[in-house]
Nanobody, 121 residues
Framework: QVHLVESGGGLVQPGGSLRLSCVASGSFYRIDTMGWYRQTPDKARELVAT???????NYADSVKGRFTVSRENAKNTVTLQMNSLKPEDTAVYYC???????????????WGQGTQVTISS
Protein backbone atom coordinates (compact mmCIF):
# COMPACT_ATOMS: atom_id res chain seq x y z
CA GLN A 1 0.00 0.00 0.00
CA VAL A 2 1.04 3.57 -0.73
CA HIS A 3 0.16 6.37 1.65
CA LEU A 4 0.28 9.91 0.25
CA VAL A 5 0.40 12.99 2.45
CA GLU A 6 0.05 16.49 1.01
CA SER A 7 1.16 19.75 2.59
CA GLY A 8 1.43 23.41 1.67
CA GLY A 9 -2.11 24.49 0.92
CA GLY A 10 -3.61 27.70 2.22
CA LEU A 11 -5.00 31.12 1.42
CA VAL A 12 -3.13 33.50 -0.87
CA GLN A 13 -4.00 36.65 -2.78
CA PRO A 14 -4.34 36.68 -6.57
CA GLY A 15 -0.93 36.89 -8.20
CA GLY A 16 0.71 35.14 -5.28
CA SER A 17 2.51 31.81 -5.03
CA LEU A 18 2.12 28.55 -3.16
CA ARG A 19 4.16 25.38 -3.05
CA LEU A 20 2.49 22.02 -2.52
CA SER A 21 4.42 18.94 -1.48
CA CYS A 22 3.49 15.29 -1.30
CA VAL A 23 5.41 12.39 0.13
CA ALA A 24 4.68 8.74 -0.55
CA SER A 25 5.28 6.19 2.17
CA GLY A 26 4.36 2.61 2.92
CA SER A 27 5.23 -0.70 1.35
CA PHE A 28 5.55 -0.75 -2.43
CA TYR A 29 7.82 -2.06 -5.16
CA ARG A 30 8.07 1.06 -7.30
CA ILE A 31 6.30 4.28 -8.27
CA ASP A 32 6.03 5.63 -11.80
CA THR A 33 3.87 8.69 -12.44
CA MET A 34 3.16 11.12 -9.62
CA GLY A 35 1.23 14.33 -9.84
CA TRP A 36 -1.61 16.59 -8.89
CA TYR A 37 -5.30 16.86 -9.61
CA ARG A 38 -7.79 19.37 -8.29
CA GLN A 39 -11.51 19.51 -7.64
CA THR A 40 -14.13 22.10 -6.80
CA PRO A 41 -17.65 21.35 -5.49
CA ASP A 42 -19.21 21.99 -8.89
CA LYS A 43 -16.70 20.21 -11.12
CA ALA A 44 -15.20 16.79 -11.63
CA ARG A 45 -11.64 16.16 -10.53
CA GLU A 46 -9.25 17.46 -13.19
CA LEU A 47 -5.62 17.03 -14.10
CA VAL A 48 -3.25 19.77 -13.00
CA ALA A 49 0.19 18.29 -13.67
CA THR A 50 1.96 14.95 -13.68
CA UNK A 51 5.55 13.79 -13.85
CA UNK A 52 6.93 10.36 -14.61
CA UNK A 53 9.88 8.69 -12.91
CA UNK A 54 11.85 9.74 -15.98
CA UNK A 55 10.82 13.37 -15.44
CA UNK A 56 8.44 13.64 -18.37
CA UNK A 57 5.82 16.22 -17.47
CA ASN A 58 2.26 16.93 -18.51
CA TYR A 59 0.27 20.06 -17.65
CA ALA A 60 -3.29 21.23 -17.98
CA ASP A 61 -3.50 24.09 -20.47
CA SER A 62 -4.90 26.35 -17.75
CA VAL A 63 -1.71 26.12 -15.66
CA LYS A 64 1.02 25.99 -18.31
CA GLY A 65 3.62 28.67 -17.72
CA ARG A 66 2.45 29.26 -14.15
CA PHE A 67 2.83 25.90 -12.40
CA THR A 68 5.87 23.64 -12.25
CA VAL A 69 5.84 20.02 -11.13
CA SER A 70 8.99 18.31 -9.91
CA ARG A 71 9.97 15.22 -7.94
CA GLU A 72 12.74 13.55 -6.01
CA ASN A 73 12.60 9.84 -6.81
CA ALA A 74 14.91 8.86 -3.96
CA LYS A 75 12.60 10.54 -1.45
CA ASN A 76 9.33 9.59 -3.18
CA THR A 77 8.20 13.19 -3.16
CA VAL A 78 6.45 15.37 -5.71
CA THR A 79 6.17 19.14 -5.54
CA LEU A 80 3.92 21.63 -7.30
CA GLN A 81 5.17 25.21 -7.46
CA MET A 82 2.23 27.48 -8.25
CA ASN A 83 2.88 31.06 -9.35
CA SER A 84 0.66 33.86 -10.63
CA LEU A 85 -2.29 32.28 -8.89
CA LYS A 86 -5.81 33.16 -9.96
CA PRO A 87 -9.15 32.88 -8.14
CA GLU A 88 -10.10 30.08 -10.54
CA ASP A 89 -7.21 28.02 -9.16
CA THR A 90 -9.16 27.70 -5.92
CA ALA A 91 -9.79 24.02 -5.29
CA VAL A 92 -8.85 21.01 -3.23
CA TYR A 93 -5.59 19.68 -4.64
CA TYR A 94 -4.96 15.95 -4.56
CA CYS A 95 -1.65 14.18 -4.88
CA UNK A 96 -1.65 10.99 -6.91
CA UNK A 97 0.83 8.20 -7.51
CA UNK A 98 0.77 5.23 -9.86
CA UNK A 99 2.56 2.39 -8.11
CA UNK A 100 3.16 -1.34 -7.97
CA UNK A 101 2.52 -2.60 -4.43
CA UNK A 102 4.75 -5.60 -5.14
CA UNK A 103 6.93 -6.79 -8.02
CA UNK A 104 4.27 -8.90 -9.73
CA UNK A 105 1.17 -6.91 -8.82
CA UNK A 106 -0.82 -4.63 -11.08
CA UNK A 107 -0.17 -0.93 -11.25
CA UNK A 108 -2.58 0.94 -8.97
CA UNK A 109 -3.51 4.61 -8.61
CA UNK A 110 -3.31 6.02 -5.10
CA TRP A 111 -4.65 9.34 -3.83
CA GLY A 112 -3.91 11.64 -0.96
CA GLN A 113 -6.63 13.19 1.18
CA GLY A 114 -6.29 16.60 -0.45
CA THR A 115 -5.21 20.06 0.60
CA GLN A 116 -7.29 23.22 0.20
CA VAL A 117 -5.93 26.05 -1.93
CA THR A 118 -7.88 29.31 -1.82
CA ILE A 119 -7.06 32.32 -3.95
CA SER A 120 -8.85 35.39 -2.73
CA SER A 121 -8.24 39.03 -1.91
Amino acid sequence: QVHLVESGGGLVQPGGSLRLSCVASGSFYRIDTMGWYRQTPDKARELVATITSGSNTNYADSVKGRFTVSRENAKNTVTLQMNSLKPEDTAVYYCTANAQPSRFSAWTNYWGQGTQVTISS
